[in-house]
């Protein structure tokens, strides 16, 4: 069934032409990516689809009735709203009823008011609705939803936009880059959602992990022309070479035909016959043809870099915390000269804080970070470059010279070296506010890279990248000599280029792992799941106070709530992973729902017991 075709859509910004003639097709249960260098018109042919936007000719034909939402890069969010404002404001028949259930919990004692709103829940099945609905928003770690949303940083309004448009279940979900601001655990969750559910996705991501897992089509934008391939990543990359193949035997041939038609025009007398000047008509076809070549220029950095003394960088007995809220406890390590490691861990578990530490922009609170004489940091940080009005892309690298140091004694124009970045001559007068957020972060990766740092720092270097500029970006850390580390959501780039792991926790712990994500990941899925019960369980009994000053019969009730309230969250635990592996039957839902809700009830009574009795104990 055919949700949305594009029909023959062009767009242009003045003399700029970012696409012509482009049309595709999107079916029911597609998953597809659309993928194309930075600056060609992604995002662009997004918004025209949604309607954000208008082509300059053709046109969007899409379903009657068709409900399509739209994760963008810029959000819509009313800032006044609470999260929960947010996710109910939305026209969804089954999240009103929900709502209306979730008001009537709290108030119980109007039971004219409960029975109505559970009997509606009833009527149109939502309680599997409710289910997946509170997974999501816990999976996404939106859990406080009296929150305002112009409190929420840029990663949790993110999430918030994420988990209303994954709630209301659209016909036809268009993503512009879903995994940015995630980390690598609501990646991981995201990516196995789209593959259970049937949903049908049109994005740009160049998350390849995720292309691999997910998408079941990929459509590449490459040169003003559209190539299918319907299949994931691996099989895009082998037809994509077989492609090229191909167009290089096909030019060749044309080359070799063009020099032989070029050696008879020079020999032609100036008088013409019909037969000669067909001839020449041809001629100037085949020219057209031989002179066709790509633009996939390699960036080849032959930057010097600083020499590297035998101490690198030391953190002795460093801790940090921002109230109570510690981000680094006590940590020791001495870097060891080419060291490649990756940081893993949860958003806001203080992985960029640990990075400005390092560089000094950070102060600790105790301990010390001692960094070589030799050392010259390159750290690229999220923000990304500093945008001034009014300058060029050419100004920006004219700012560290007209010829940059090369190894060997050599030289290069600044010109030359936005050209080994993939900025051609005409590009490179662009003004930069007018670059793409992609061509923008190449710039910025740029200006970094041409300082001669010997320690790249990267936090997320490969938001915004294209695929094409991520192969060169890898290639080129493959290639550099000096310490790297690195914070990335982009699994398929850490496996590429790291050694090792630092595994942030969430109380200040650094975990040094010996490999790359996969084999993390691996580790991880051997480890008993048992684990985070058995630690909680412990922390309960540990911050139990001593039962002296309770009767007799309250010290045993004090001693058994502590062993009810184990089981029943050992029990709330169990259902939700049923739920969360779908093994929950359909008949059985509304009785299971039922259960769940009735132990999460009466673990909170015995709470609130709990803790009566141990403030009679602090009395």
Same mark, same amino acid.
């Given at each position: 069934?055919?949700?949305?075709?594009?029909?023959?859509?062009a767009?242009?910004?003045?003399?700029?032409?970012?696409?012509e003639d482009?049309?595709?097709?999107?079916?029911?249960?597609?998953?597809?990516?659309?993928?194309?260098?930075?600056?060609?018109?992604?995002?662009?042919?997004?918004?025209?689809?949604?309607?954000?936007?208008?082509?300059?000719?053709?046109?969007?034909? #899409?379903?009657?009735?068709l409900?399509i939402?739209?994760?963008?890069?810029?959000?819509?969010?009313?800032?006044?709203?609470?999260?929960?404002?947010?996710?109910?404001?939305?026209?969804?028949?089954?999240?009103?009823?929900?709502?209306?259930?979730?008001?009537a919990?709290?108030?119980?004692e109007?039971?004219?008011?409960?029975q109505?709103? %559970?009997?509606?829940?009833?009527?149109?099945?939502?309680?599997?609705?409710?289910?997946?609905y509170?997974?999501?928003l816990?999976?996404?770690?939106?859990?406080?939803?009296?929150?305002?949303?112009?409190?929420? #940083?840029?990663?949790?309004?993110?999430?918030?936009?994420?988990?209303?448009?994954?709630?209301?279940?659209? !016909?036809?979900?268009?993503?512009?880059?879903?995994?940015?601001?995630? !980390?690598?655990?609501?990646?991981?969750?995201?990516?196995d959602y789209?593959? /259970?559910e049937?949903?049908?996705? %049109?994005?740009?991501? $160049?998350?390849?992990?995720?292309?691999?897992?997910?998408?079941? +089509?990929?459509?590449?934008?490459?040169?003003?022309?559209?190539?299918?391939?319907?299949?994931?990543?691996?099989?895009y990359?082998?037809?994509?070479?077989?492609?090229?193949?191909?167009?290089? *035997?096909?030019?060749n041939?044309?080359?070799?035909?063009?020099?032989?038609?070029?050696?008879?025009?020079r020999?032609?007398?100036?008088?013409?016959?019909?037969?000669?000047?067909?001839?020449?008509?041809d001629?100037?076809?085949?020219?057209?043809?031989? $002179?066709?070549?790509?633009?996939?220029?390699?960036?080849?950095?032959?930057?010097?870099m600083?020499?590297m003394?035998?101490?690198i960088?030391?953190? $002795?007995?460093?801790?940090? =915390?921002?109230?109570?809220?510690?981000?680094?406890?006590? %940590?020791?390590?001495? %870097?060891?000269?080419?060291?490649?490691?990756?940081?893993?861990? &949860?958003?806001?578990?203080?992985?960029?804080?640990?990075?400005?530490?390092?560089?000094?922009?950070?102060?600790?609170?105790?301990?010390k970070?001692?960094?070589?004489?030799?050392?010259?940091?390159?750290?690229? *940080?999220? &923000?990304?470059?500093?945008?001034?009005?009014?300058?060029?892309?050419?100004e920006?690298?004219? +700012?560290?010279?007209?010829y940059?140091?090369?190894?060997?004694?050599?030289t290069? #124009? =600044?010109?030359?070296?936005?050209?080994?970045?993939?900025? !051609?001559?005409?590009k490179?007068?662009?003004?930069?506010?007018k670059?793409?957020?992609?061509?923008? /972060?190449?710039?910025?990766?740029?200006?970094?890279?041409?300082?001669n740092?010997?320690?790249?720092?990267?936090?997320?270097?490969?938001?915004?990248?294209d695929?094409?500029?991520?192969?060169?970006?890898?290639?080129?850390?493959?290639?550099?000599?000096?310490?790297?580390?690195?914070?990335?959501? !982009?699994?398929?780039?850490?496996?590429?280029?790291?050694? $090792?792991?630092?595994?942030?926790?969430? &109380?200040?712990?650094?975990?040094?792992?010996?490999?790359n994500?996969?084999?993390?990941?691996a580790?991880?899925d051997?480890?008993?799941?048992?684990?985070?019960?058995?630690?909680?369980?412990?922390d309960?009994?540990? /911050?139990?106070?001593?039962?002296?000053?309770l009767?007799?019969?309250?010290?045993?009730?004090?001693q058994?709530?502590?062993k009810?309230? =184990?089981?029943?969250?050992?029990?709330k635990? =169990?259902?939700?992973?049923?739920?969360?592996l779908?093994?929950?039957?359909?008949?059985?839902?509304?009785?299971?729902?039922?259960?769940l809700?009735?132990?999460?009830?009466?673990i +909170?009574?015995?709470? +609130?017991?709990?803790?009566?009795?141990?403030? &009679?104990?602090?009395?």
């Amino acid at each position: 069934m055919n949700y949305l075709s594009v029909e023959n859509i062009a767009k242009s910004y003045g003399e700029r032409v970012l696409f012509e003639d482009i049309s595709f097709g999107i079916n029911k249960d597609q998953k597809i990516a659309f993928i194309a260098k930075n600056g060609t018109g992604k995002t662009s042919i997004l918004n025209i689809i949604v309607g954000i936007d208008t082509p300059d000719r053709g046109q969007i034909v #899409s379903r009657k009735g068709l409900h399509i939402a739209f994760l963008s890069q810029n959000d819509n969010l009313q800032n006044e709203q609470t999260i929960e404002e947010a996710i109910f404001s939305s026209e969804n028949q089954i999240l009103k009823i929900v709502q209306q259930y979730e008001e009537a919990l709290k108030n119980p004692e109007n039971e004219e008011v409960y029975q109505k709103a %559970f009997d509606l829940m009833d009527q149109y099945n939502a309680w599997d609705f409710e289910t997946q609905y509170k997974q999501i928003l816990s999976k996404l770690q939106l859990n406080d939803l009296s929150l305002k949303v112009k409190s929420l #940083s840029g990663g949790q309004r993110k999430r918030l936009s994420l988990a209303i448009i994954l709630i209301n279940k659209p !016909d036809l979900l268009i993503l512009d880059e879903p995994t940015n601001h995630l !980390d690598l655990e609501m990646i991981e969750w995201l990516e196995d959602y789209f593959k /259970k559910e049937k949903i049908t996705l %049109f994005m740009v991501t $160049h998350d390849r992990y995720f292309l691999e897992r997910v998408c079941n +089509e990929i459509i590449e934008l490459d040169q003003g022309k559209l190539y299918s391939y319907k299949g994931n990543y691996s099989y895009y990359l082998e037809k994509k070479e077989e492609r090229l193949a191909i167009e290089q *035997t096909t030019l060749n041939k044309a080359k070799n035909l063009f020099k032989k038609e070029l050696d008879w025009m020079r020999r032609q007398p100036k008088a013409r016959t019909t037969k000669s000047k067909s001839r020449i008509e041809d001629f100037y076809q085949i020219k057209e043809k031989a $002179h066709q070549r790509r633009q996939d220029h390699k960036v080849q950095l032959e930057i010097n870099m600083e020499r590297m003394g035998s101490k690198i960088l030391e953190l $002795h007995n460093t801790s940090k =915390a921002f109230g109570e809220k510690v981000i680094l406890n006590k %940590f020791e390590y001495v %870097f060891k000269r080419g060291e490649r490691i990756g940081i893993i861990g &949860k958003n806001g578990s203080g992985k960029s804080s640990f990075l400005n530490i390092i560089t000094g922009s950070l102060p600790v609170d105790t301990g010390k970070v001692v960094v070589g004489e030799t050392i010259k940091f390159g750290y690229y *940080t999220q &923000k990304g470059i500093n945008i001034k009005e009014g300058q060029k892309v050419i100004e920006v690298i004219k +700012e560290f010279g007209d010829y940059i140091p090369l190894t060997k004694g050599r030289t290069i #124009s =600044a010109g030359q070296l936005l050209e080994r970045f993939l900025f !051609d001559r005409k590009k490179q007068y662009d003004f930069v506010e007018k670059l793409s957020g992609g061509e923008q /972060k190449r710039l910025y990766l740029c200006t970094v890279l041409i300082q001669n740092p010997n320690f790249l720092i990267l936090d997320e270097p490969t938001n915004d990248l294209d695929i094409l500029t991520l192969n060169v970006l890898e290639s080129f850390l493959l290639d550099f000599p000096g310490n790297l580390l690195v914070v990335s959501h !982009d699994r398929y780039f850490m496996d590429k280029i790291v050694d $090792h792991l630092f595994v942030f926790d969430s &109380k200040g712990n650094i975990n040094d792992f010996p490999g790359n994500y996969t084999d993390y990941r691996a580790y991880e899925d051997s480890q008993p799941t048992e684990q985070v019960i058995k630690e909680k369980s412990t922390d309960t009994r540990e /911050k139990t106070p001593s039962k002296g000053k309770l009767s007799y019969n309250e010290n045993r009730e004090f001693q058994n709530l502590e062993k009810e309230i =184990a089981k029943l969250s050992q029990e709330k635990v =169990a259902i939700e992973k049923q739920f969360e592996l779908g093994e929950v039957s359909t008949d059985s839902i509304n009785e299971v729902s039922q259960k769940l809700q009735e132990i999460i009830t009466a673990i +909170e009574n015995k709470e +609130e017991r709990w803790l009566d009795l141990s403030m &009679k104990l602090e009395q």
